[in-house]
């Protein structure tokens, strides 16, 4: 799709950010993405640009799922199959133990990682980034800013499409170091929108053209199978060893449903009050706290 067709056809987006809004790798330095770089005490500034994609009607943003834990001095980094739709042992695995052991649960959980396309505005630790496009991973709390101002809370407050090439609006982007934590809670959409490029259609569509598709990220072949998955589980963590995880995590369906069969019919059973509910932790597409 070419630029001037493409702006014709921006209303699609719409959709998609629509079901953005409602949306309850590798080792290797990959130089289209780009980071912040910390000063001496741990901070940065830059102001980026959230581009869409060259197809309208497909959302700027993509959701992705990982695993990233150290079990008996053992490292377990693997892109999680949750991504593309598929069952993961290791979330099942970790869903198995989380009324049993929620500290080596919650270690064991997927975290997760957004990716979309940026325009660099000012970049104040690397100013030869400014003007280029990158890809950028983000969490939840940068996700939380975007969609606070594409879809507010409040009814009298107005969405943004800060996607936009005409009417979006730049991101002041601002870490702060907390402790170990990067904090962004700083980070704003600037109240005015504005056309990138000044709304220059020719650099426009000089940006335009060096927008990466996202495709690549879910493609089936990135992902581990899930046998692949319980292999590795198993190598990187001795006591997962005791037994196939389908069988640990049958049998802590079984125990549960035993519960609920010797529970007398008037009697509230509330020995289980605090326990998670197996199938809908498997089911959040939280963070690494689904609950």
């Known amino acids: 799709m070419d ?72 490292w377990f980094i693997e892109e999680c199959p949750v991504t593309i739709g598929k069952k993961c042992p290791v979330c099942e695995y970790s869903a198995s133990i989380w009324n049993s052991d929620e500290k080596k649960a919650r270690a064991h959980w997927r975290t997760k990682t957004y990716i979309g396309n940026i325009l660099v505005v000012t970049d104040e630790a690397n100013p030869e980034n400014e003007g280029k496009v990158f890809l950028y991973k983000f969490g939840k709390s940068i996700h939380d800013i975007i969609m606070e101002r594409v879809a507010p809370e409040d009814d009298d407050e107005e969405g943004l499409n800060v996607f936009d090439f005409d009417e979006g609006a730049n991101f002041k982007l601002k870490l702060v170091q907390k402790g170990d934590y990067n904090n962004y ?31 690549e990220f879910t493609k089936e072949e990135r992902f581990k199978t899930y046998d692949e998955l319980a292999a590795k589980l198993y190598k990187t963590s001795t006591s997962v060893k005791v037994k196939p995880i389908q069988e640990e995590i049958e049998e802590a369906k079984t125990v549960k449903k035993v519960k609920e069969i010797k529970a007398e019919p008037d009697e509230e059973d509330d020995s289980d009050a605090d326990d998670i509910d197996f199938e809908a932790l498997l089911n959040s597409d939280d963070d690494d706290i689904p609950f």
């Open 185 to 215: 809670e700083k980070s704003k959409f600037v109240i005015t929108p504005s056309a990138i490029a000044d709304g220059d259609i020719k650099k426009q569509e000089a940006i335009f053209d060096k927008i990466y598709d996202l495709d």
């Open 3 to 74: 630029f001037r067709k493409f702006k014709k056809n921006q209303t699609k987006m719409k959709e998609a950010l629509t079901k953005l809004a409602a949306t309850p790798s590798n080792s290797y330095q990959d130089d289209r993405f780009w980071g912040l770089k910390k000063d001496t005490v741990g901070n940065a500034n830059a102001t980026i640009r959230f581009l869409p994609l060259k197809d309208p009607a497909k959302s700027p943003l993509l959701l992705t799922f990982r695993h990233a834990f150290q079990t008996e001095g053992k």
